[in-house]
């Protein structure tokens, strides 16, 4: 067997490595590399050994350069571990991948793919010929390539080459490969153009489809991800007080009034955890009433205003919701607008989970009015399922989160750069690196476009509706509240037959608030299904079915019941 004195193994041998003076780590490393299919063990051999050096153990055929095709597979096994077809991927969509039936050969060639360009990546990125940096101007890169979001989704083949052609352009770091595998992509914070250009390039371009999704015209205005949708709140509470008081971000709280935030009495718990976070306290959160379908009501919103300012309090902020929690219920937001219009104030939209409606030419009109707020609240991540974790913090106003959040650390954000420093995103967020979490999102995007996203979204809220049907006459079954929801969350109890001949007293809650906790602790043991369970108010324990897989069909709501069902019955 070689020695390991080039390649993966010669980086850190200079400084006295005790691996790589070890060719047994690099054997076993081989070893296990070899349960890759494809080729890609040998691939990653080649990478640890050095060029044109492998292994004889292994049996690993394939050189790094190959580019010979395998043939198609004709075995029954599944998932099966045979090197996979030559596939056309230019006739290729995402719907044509897993869970797509008979997705399996295609799914596992085109992750293949996937690993070969990321090896190719870490390969050229430990060449010590290679560029640092394949420098372009922001708007050289803008037009070089169209890196625009559409309706119509794009090809496999294209897909692959939105990944080559995103890593072109990347840092060539020499080192950090463990992460450029493990995170996807590649590990680069976003703050400066010159240290992740394409990245912040896509943000620029995501953000600005979003702002359009949401009635901003021409997507107007400014925007960032963050670590999540409790810190997007945080975030339009922080813009909405700078832009009442200004003077807070040097002389604090003490030199501004008494402000106080109102919010839904269903809405997120974050929205009370930044007001404690800004010292702002979460007394001065004042909780709204909302219906029995749990949707703020206007006219205890207006009456509460009034209340506050007559106190000598300050408003300053409205959080509305679209999309609860809970009840998944969509404040009215035509009508709080008009309010905070009226007195002055701040309009925030918590949108993390209803957001993704916009998507739906079907079901966006439940967002009438989000287009009014100054700063919405959006979590790909949850009903777009994007992968953990992408959430956008989205405000009308440009430039006012840079003039919040600014601090001119002159070491980092130098003034005399020669690019357009309006790409230089990290002044205006509270962290300076922040993670990539926009890649995933416009990836999937140029992958369903907008008519993918939508139909997904569709299915999901079909299928809340077949769940409700099913169950909203059903002997055993009763709904937390009358109609149709409104998103994909259906409430309900199940009632076991020991309970259903009880008349409605308090001995009955008091039984009924222990079911659904036993049945999914039940569900759980047997490792069949899980559902969420919750009070609310004056409400016992309720379960909380939200569908937002769009791989679920009607078989298993049915299951679901039955389960529910089974699991119930003895109590």
Excluded at 157 to 164: A, G, P, S, V
Excluded at 237 to 257: D, H, N, Y
């Amino acid at each position: 067997m070689a020695t390991p004195g080039s390649g993966f193994w010669s980086f850190g041998s200079e400084e006295g490595s005790g691996d790589a003076e070890n060719p047994g780590t690099a054997k076993a490393f081989c070893q296990a590399a070899q349960k890759f299919t494809g080729g890609i063990g040998t691939k990653l051999c080649a990478l640890l050994y050095g060029d044109g050096e492998k292994p004889m153990e292994t049996g690993a055929k394939e050189d790094l350069g190959s580019t010979e095709k395998t043939p198609a597979c004709t075995c029954n096994n599944k998932p099966c571990s045979c090197q996979k077809a030559d596939i056309n991927y230019a006739f290729l969509h995402s719907t044509d991948l897993l869970p797509a039936c008979n997705g399996e050969i295609t799914t596992l060639s085109f992750l293949q793919d996937v690993m070969d360009i990321l090896l190719q990546y870490v390969v050229k990125s430990f060449d010590r010929s290679t560029k640092v940096i394949d420098f372009h101007y922001p708007n050289e890169l803008l037009q070089e390539y169209n890196w625009e979001l559409a309706d119509q989704p794009q090809t496999l083949e294209e897909i692959l080459l939105n990944c080559r052609t995103t890593l072109k352009y990347a840092i060539k770091t020499g080192n950090r490969h463990a992460e450029i595998l493990l995170s996807g992509i590649a590990y680069y914070p976003v703050f400066t153009y010159e240290i992740a250009p394409v990245f912040v390039l896509l943000e620029y371009v995501t953000l600005r489809k979003m702002r359009e999704m949401i009635g901003w015209p021409g997507g107007c205005g400014d925007g960032i991800f963050s670590p999540g949708g409790a810190i997007s709140n945080m975030y339009a509470m922080l813009i909405a007080r700078f832009k009442m008081f200004p003077e807070v971000k040097e002389k604090g709280m003490a030199a501004i009034p008494r402000l106080v935030a109102f919010t839904s009495e269903h809405s997120h718990f974050s929205v009370k955890k930044g007001a404690a976070a800004l010292g702002i306290g979460t007394d001065s959160v004042i909780l709204i009433r909302c219906d029995e379908r749990g949707k703020i009501i206007p006219s205890d919103l207006e009456r509460r205003i009034i209340e506050a300012k007559q106190k000598g309090f300050v408003p300053f902020l409205v959080s509305a919701t679209a999309g609860t929690t809970v009840y998944g219920a969509f404040d009215p937001l035509l009508a709080i607008a008009d309010i905070c219009k009226k007195y002055k104030i701040w309009m925030h939209v918590d949108a993390a989970w209803g957001g993704g409606l916009l998507m739906s030419r079907k079901h966006k009109w439940k967002l009438n009015g989000v287009e009014r707020a100054n700063s919405v609240t959006w979590n790909p991540h949850k009903m777009m399922g994007v992968p953990l974790q992408c959430s956008a913090l989205l405000v009308r106003e440009e430039g006012l989160m840079q003039s919040c959040n600014q601090m001119h650390a002159s070491y980092l954000f130098q003034q005399d750069k020669h690019y357009d420093l309006s790409y230089d995103t990290g002044d205006k967020a509270l962290q300076c690196g922040r993670h990539v979490d926009v890649f995933k999102l416009w990836l999937m995007w140029r992958a369903k476009g907008t008519t993918g996203f939508e139909a997904q979204i569709d299915k999901c809220l079909e299928l809340a509706e077949y769940l409700y049907n099913k169950i909203k006459n059903r002997e055993g079954y009763e709904m937390v509240f009358d109609g149709k929801p409104q998103h994909t969350n259906v409430c309900f109890w199940y009632v076991p037959p020991s309970l259903r001949s009880m008349e409605d007293n308090e001995e009955r809650m008091n039984c009924l608030l222990k079911v659904a906790p036993v049945i999914k602790a039940r569900m759980m043991e047997y490792g069949t299904t899980m559902v969420s369970y919750q009070p609310l108010g004056d409400k016992v324990n309720f379960f909380r079915m939200v569908i937002s897989n769009p791989a679920a069909s009607h078989q298993d709501i049915d299951f679901l019941i039955e389960e529910i069902e089974r699991l119930g019955q003895d109590l």
